[in-house]
């Protein structure tokens, strides 16, 4: 069973810093890797896509790499804002199997980015 | 403009009471699943769809039922609801996952604004 972990639980940061968010995953029969952005009581915004054939991926401040093998990807956020306090989560879509199609979310990273 | 939408977004029930939540996309997109997200918990996959009349149990499928007879629309059912079903429910949706005609594979995951549901 895919179990994705996602560290750190919560993260504090003044504004300004340079940070890194982590998600791990089991099984590394995936299709693709999302995350996600979640603000208090509102739904899911799609950030970045890793197919599983990608190594990294960039939007503006955002930059997320996939290294499928070791089962890890990493979203570096540049020069954070107050408006990056959300939730972010990350999610992995199975490949194959009696699983596939199935897509594990990791518990996500609270982040408040402080002026 | 490319949405999924659900109705409704909030919903207070009682149990026992059947309930259908609605989910449809207008994107054309083959895949489509629902959610529920709880404290401590996360998000977690009830049922998913590889096409029409194609389904899937996901990780927490108990007390659930769905049904895909259109591209567009998935709706999760719940026949006898009950309080530990109060959550908020997000239906997602995309292209199947695999390889595109185009010889790459796509599938980023378009989310409704979600339901929040309480069976008292």
């Known amino acids: 069973k895919q179990e994705v972990t996602q560290i750190p639980a919560a993260l504090s940061v003044p504004e300004g810093e340079n940070l890194v968010l982590n998600c791990s995953f089991t099984d590394s029969a995936i299709y693709n890797l999302q995350w996600f952005r979640q603000d208090p009581g509102k739904g899911l915004t799609s950030l970045l896509l890793?197919?599983?054939?990608?190594r990294e991926q960039t939007s503006g401040r955002l930059n997320a790499s996939l290294d499928k093998s070791s089962g890890r990807s990493t979203l570096y956020i540049a020069a954070s804002q107050p408006g990056d306090s959300a939730t972010y989560l990350c999610a992995v879509l199975r490949a194959g199997g009696t699983s596939y199609g199935k897509l594990t979310f990791g518990q996500g990273t609270i982040l408040t980015v402080h002026p | 403009e490319a949405q999924v939408t659900q109705n409704p977004r909030y919903l207070i029930t009682v149990t026992g009471k059947k309930l259908t939540v609605t989910c449809s996309q207008n994107m054309n997109h083959e895949y489509m699943s629902w959610y529920r997200q709880d404290p401590g918990l996360g998000l977690r996959q009830i049922y998913y769809?590889?096409?029409?009349?194609?389904?899937d149990k996901g990780d927490v499928p108990e007390g659930y039922k769905v049904s895909r007879k259109e591209k567009r629309n998935f709706p999760l059912i719940l026949e006898s609801p009950s309080p530990n079903q109060t959550s908020l429910y997000f239906c997602?949706?995309?292209?199947?996952?695999?390889?595109?005609?185009?010889?790459?594979?796509?599938?980023?995951?378009?989310f409704g604004p979600g339901t929040r549901l309480t069976v008292l």
């Open positions: 890793i197919q599983s054939s990608q």
């Open positions: 769809s590889m096409n029409v009349e194609v389904t």
């Open positions: 997602a949706s995309s292209d199947q996952p695999g390889t595109s005609g185009r010889g790459r594979s796509y599938n980023e995951q378009f």
